[in-house]
């Protein structure tokens, strides 16, 4: 038979992870202020309204990236009296303050695409405009390769979101060089504004993407149903376990919180129930190190009122 519990993964420890967000979420503002000041400044030389999504944007991004920071920090805070789950859903809060600007943001820019369709104002300084975005678009390239790093490693939602945004803006600055580069050569007049829409309905869809992910953590979406599997296996691995039922899991942040009804021989002693728990708890924090574990031991064989009979009679997820 296997050894029980599991023998435990080894985690990177959880201060160094902690560094790692903070750092990422630094990087991202600073970076969103220098990309701003560049893209006004290139805006204001062409007039063109595809540099004016990209520039909208960017002041998305820093106001973004602040809530991201505030987010991320609140969320590190420990349990504390009034909030003893922990603070991991102020993150899932962060991400969904910037769906909204973004969500926002698409839709001023689609209005005043339809209102330059109608009346295209002439484009100024094209040259310098293609320049700048090329240099924000390497920048932003950087910049998603070291939040993909960050990401994987630390699990973040507010950093797993302001990288998906920024690889959307990398989209966005390339949609940009070709419209200004499409409008020098040719010199039709529409080019700026259909493209300017394009990269609004991009900014419309990224922010739901965004929205839909951080609200299955506000409202306690259970977690993946591979994870769940892995958790009842190792569970009724225990040879002491005669059954299960009534799992139920949900995140925050980086945390899992997972309970359920156990099954025991009703003649052992609470001492020897406690301890079959305590092993139980044991291996589970081995495989899923962030996560809490609350179990409520039963009889087997219990007829007991039971979530997953009430789910099974209701309609399929
Ligand atoms: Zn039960
Ligand atoms: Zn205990």
């Excluded at 600055?173 to 504004?193: E, I, K, S």
């Excluded at 609200?215 to 149903?225: A, K, Q, V």
Aim: hydrophobic letters at 50%; glycine letters at 4%; one cysteine or more.
């Amino acid at each position: 038979m296997e050894p029980y519990p599991a023998a435990p993964a080894s985690p990177a420890p959880a201060t160094q992870l902690d560094r790692l967000r903070r750092w990422s979420s630094y990087t991202s503002f600073l970076v969103a202020v220098l990309l701003a000041i560049a893209k006004i400044s290139a805006w204001f030389a062409t007039d063109s309204l595809s540099l004016l999504a990209t520039v909208v944007d960017a002041l998305v991004d820093i106001f973004a990236s602040l809530v991201t920071v505030l987010g991320v920090r609140f969320a590190q805070r420990p349990a504390d009296a009034t909030h003893r789950f922990g603070h991991g859903k102020a993150e899932s809060l962060a991400a969904l303050i910037q769906a909204l600007l973004l969500a926002g943001a698409s839709g001023v820019l689609v209005v005043d695409g339809i209102r330059r369709i109608m009346a295209p104002p002439p484009l100024t300084h094209l040259s310098f405009g293609l320049n700048v975005i090329a240099g924000c678009t390497v920048v932003t390239v950087l910049l998603v390769i070291f939040e993909s790093h960050v990401a994987r490693r630390t699990q973040s939602q507010a950093i797993a979101a302001d990288r998906s945004h920024h690889l959307s803006d990398v989209a966005a600055n390339l949609a940009v060089l070709l419209a200004l580069f499409l409008t020098r050569q040719t010199g039709w007049p529409h080019f700026d504004a259909l493209f300017a829409m394009a990269i609004a309905g991009a900014f419309g869809w990224s922010a739901f993407v965004i929205a839909r992910m951080a609200t299955d953590t506000l409202l306690d979406r259970e977690l993946s149903g591979e994870d769940r599997e892995r958790i009842s296996q190792l569970v009724l691995a225990h040879p002491s376990a005669r059954g299960m039922h009534d799992l139920r899991t949900r995140s925050a942040g980086q945390h899992q919180f997972i309970e359920f009804h156990l099954e025991l021989d009703s003649k052992l002693s609470v001492n020897e129930a406690h301890a079959i728990v305590d092993d139980i708890e044991r291996s589970l924090k081995a495989a899923l190190p962030y996560s809490e574990v609350i179990v409520h031991v039963e009889p087997e064989n219990i007829d007991d009122e039971r979530l997953d009979d009430r789910i099974r009679s209701g309609p399929d997820p």
